[in-house]
């Protein structure tokens, strides 16, 4: 399980708190990555959900997934972060426009 990986349809996308929300309610896949995404950002979960969150984010490393009893937990706590992952999805995004651009 990588870090954020945009589905074709989203790359290009300029990312807001409304459309990472968005996506985290209907794409479980992009939750997983989401998890994961904020283990390993320096500014990733509060201190009040790191150890849950950390929790999850290892459990989707270690199997390659969610459980679907993980899944409403991962993602309600996903959403909560949908504008530091907005953040990090338009790093990612301008950093492949300056790798294309070179």
């Not at 790359?11 to 390993?40: F, H, N, P, S």
């Amino acid at each position: 399980m990588d870090d954020l990986e945009l589905d074709d349809d989203l790359k290009g996308v300029k990312w807001t708190v409304g459309t990472m929300e968005a996506e985290l309610e209907v794409d479980d896949v992009l939750v997983g990555q989401a998890i994961v995404t904020l283990l390993y950002e320096r500014q990733g979960f509060d201190m009040v959900d790191a150890i849950f969150g950390t929790s999850l984010a290892k459990s989707a490393l270690k199997y390659g997934h969610l459980t679907p009893k993980q899944m409403p937990y991962a993602r309600k706590l996903v959403i909560r972060y949908a504008g530091r992952l907005a953040e990090v999805a338009n790093d990612k995004l301008l950093a492949d426009m300056e790798k294309v651009l070179a």
